[in-house]
């Protein structure tokens, strides 16, 4: 039998058996080629077979060295976060805990022994978390993916994603609302993970809102303007914290327009240094204001300033755009509005950098074109007064101001308000902010809520969805605090060492309600005083001749006068201040009203785990610790 056609000739075969050859050898590489997402490649380098859209920036250390970018993927509860170093040393850190704590603390790192960088091991761990000490372990349950390494002339960048919720009791669970941030950079090299202790590192804290709505921006009118309220380009004070005040005053016979969007103007080179900033309009009622650009907090500060308090606009390190409703929009100018608004910038500059100039503030982008509705501002929570107070040494003590269901029944439209963004408002003892809407004695639906509520991160919040609250409804704003550190007790106020619990809620269309909160009943409070200075043997209470602040100092405070208190708190009548945007009381009886009865809890979203429960935090998980990790 004839192997070959006379024509075929040994070139060809030759030809034959390496293409062959060549087609094994691609299938053989292409069977135990590695998925790049989850290995890097040994150039240090990987990349994903899709772009991931990165919308939300925010510098993290004050040299602006260290940027965060991330984006939200709600369908599969995941986030995407990307860190970028522009000066890689020996390693890094980012990390989530409740309050920005080093210690038990949820973290990405990366390190190098001086030799080779390390991600950890089996392919590429990135996963760890600190103890009570801060020490750093490996997590055994590994929930952040690595999905991208470069090495660029810019710098380093690490991309990866994260559940969540990934019932792991290590990890921090990513919820709506202020997550701190901590990063660090490793200075030296470590040989192993073990070594590795926060304390003893560079670290630093910041705060975010991660997860934002995912509701589509609406388009700008097409004769939309915009106003810029800037500071005149001042030196930023060497100093680590200054809240500047500059006073800006509206074009003359400016008609009423209607705000429909705003954003912030940093100066460029101060985007780590330029912490929030706010617009504040004053009172219609004050002719003028005296021009004014300087320290909030100096002496020389006009007082008038003061009855600047109407928020336009709002800011905060890693916000977008802030877009009102299609239909809605934030009266400015006409007769009805002051033609004075302060700007207030917080500049923080723990470097102490010297001789920087900035100019930065809010752009308003406004409109002639009136929309359907206009937008209104209400305060929910507490009144400012020190009858609500806070006992010392409290881990976690509640105050519940209401806005009843008699207000909004005498003061809302038939139809009700629509709620889309608020801004939570506490001073330093706040931990956690919340607000409910109750509607036949039920809880139905949370309006905005914060359990890491911080006062230096206050920001306008968009809702997901928008709330409608009817007449005849009622709002519940609880306030969380801790005053372990304080040995005296904590009286509300408008000090910053005094405290205050307020939502103020945006909401259209904009009626005459601007203020729905309440306190506990005086009278009440006085019946306290005296019951617990008889039980503590002192004298009777001189209940008209000291004041309240002084009352509460006087008290020995133990756990069962605090106990007291909270009880007091949370069955006692309230008084209401239920107002109207000239500061006057809506017709009625607002005194010694009866607690809204609240008959059932609206039950909070669980994330989806073993059993359907969250796992222990007690639970000890097992912790892989490495000599060495693979190299990149």
């Not at 074009?251 to 780590?272: D, F, L, Q």
């Not at 409910?436 to 006062?455: A, I, N, Y």
Request: hydrophobic share 35%; net charge negative; charged share 20%.
């Amino acid at each position: 039998m004839r192997l070959f056609n006379k024509d075929l000739r040994l070139q060809d075969v030759t030809l034959m058996y390496l293409t062959v050859l060549a087609t094994l050898v691609v299938i053989l590489v292409a069977s135990y080629q590695v998925d790049p997402a989850a290995s890097p490649s040994r150039g240090g380098s990987t990349s994903t077979s899709t772009p991931v859209q990165l919308p939300y920036h925010m510098p993290l250390d004050p040299r602006g060295h260290l940027q965060l970018s991330w984006n939200i993927s709600y369908p599969l509860q995941e986030l995407y976060l990307e860190v970028r170093c522009s000066e890689m040393k020996h390693g890094l850190v980012l990390g989530m805990s409740d309050r920005g704590e080093l210690t038990n603390a949820d973290l990405v790192v990366l390190w190098d022994d001086g030799h080779q960088s390390f991600f950890g091991v089996r392919k590429w761990h990135i996963d760890a978390w600190s103890d009570s000490q801060g020490h750093v372990s490996l997590d055994s349950q590994q929930d952040y993916q690595l999905m991208d390494t470069r090495q660029t002339p810019e710098g380093f960048s690490l991309l990866f994603k994260r559940p969540f919720s990934t019932c792991d009791p290590r990890d921090y669970i990513i919820e709506e609302g202020t997550v701190h941030l901590i990063y660090g950079v490793l200075d030296q090299p470590i040989r192993s993970l073990q070594q590795l202790n926060l304390s003893q590192i560079e670290t630093g804290v910041q705060r975010a809102l991660l997860l934002r709505p995912d509701t589509p921006s609406p388009s700008l009118p097409r004769d939309v303007q915009t106003l810029e309220v800037r500071t005149p380009d001042i030196t930023i004070p060497t100093q680590e914290t200054t809240y500047w005040c500059h006073i800006f005053q509206l074009p003359p016979n400016m008609p009423k327009n209607h705000i429909v969007m705003y954003e912030s103007v940093v100066t460029p080179g101060n985007e780590a240094i330029v912490h929030h900033m706010e617009v504040f309009e004053c009172s219609p009622e004050m002719s003028t204001v005296p021009q004014y650009s300087g320290s909030c907090d100096s002496k020389m500060k006009p007082a008038s300033l003061n009855y600047c308090r109407h928020v336009l606009a709002a800011w905060a390190m890693g916000a977008k755009s802030f877009y009102y409703p299609a239909d809605a929009g934030l009266p400015l100018g006409g007769p009805a509005s002051s033609r004075f608004l302060r700007l207030e910038v917080h500049y923080h500059n723990p470097l102490l950098i010297s001789g920087r100039k900035d100019n930065s503030g809010v752009r308003l982008y406004h409109t002639p074109s009136l929309r359907r509705y206009d937008a209104g501002i209400m305060e929910l929570g507490l009144v400012y007064t020190p009858v609500m107070a806070i006992p010392p040494r409290e881990q976690n003590f509640h105050l519940t101001g209401f806005c009843t269901s008699k207000c909004t029944q005498t003061a809302l439209p038939p139809g009700g308000i629509n709620i889309f963004a608020s801004q939570l408002h506490t001073h330093l003892a706040g931990r956690g902010v919340r607000t409910v809407l109750v509607r036949g004695g039920r809880e139905v639906k949370v309006v905005q809520e914060d359990k890491h509520f911080s006062t230096h991160y206050q920001i306008i919040r968009m809702l997901r969805k928008m709330v409608t609250v009817l007449p005849g409804d009622v709002l519940l704003t609880k306030c969380t605090y801790n005053t372990e550190d304080r040995s005296q007790p904590t009286v509300g106020g408008f000090g910053i060492m005094e405290e205050m619990c307020v939502n103020y809620v945006h909401y259209y269309p904009r009626t005459q309600l601007e203020l729905c909160k309440s306190n506990v009943d005086p009278g009440y409070l006085q019946k306290y005083f005296s019951f617990i200075n008889r039980f503590q043997g002192g004298d009777a209470c001189s209940c008209g001749q000291t004041s309240v602040t002084d009352q509460f100092s006087s008290l020995s405070w133990d756990s069962f006068s605090g106990e007291v208190l909270n009880s007091l708190y949370n069955t006692a009548p309230i008084s209401m201040a239920c107002n109207q945007s000239s500061a006057k009381l809506f017709p009625g009886d607002w005194e010694r009203q009866e607690l809204p009865v609240v008959t059932s809890q609206l039950q909070r979203p669980r994330y989806p785990c073993e059993g359907g429960k969250l796992p222990s935090q007690s639970s000890e998980p097992t912790v892989v610790q490495p000599d060495r990790g693979e190299e990149v």
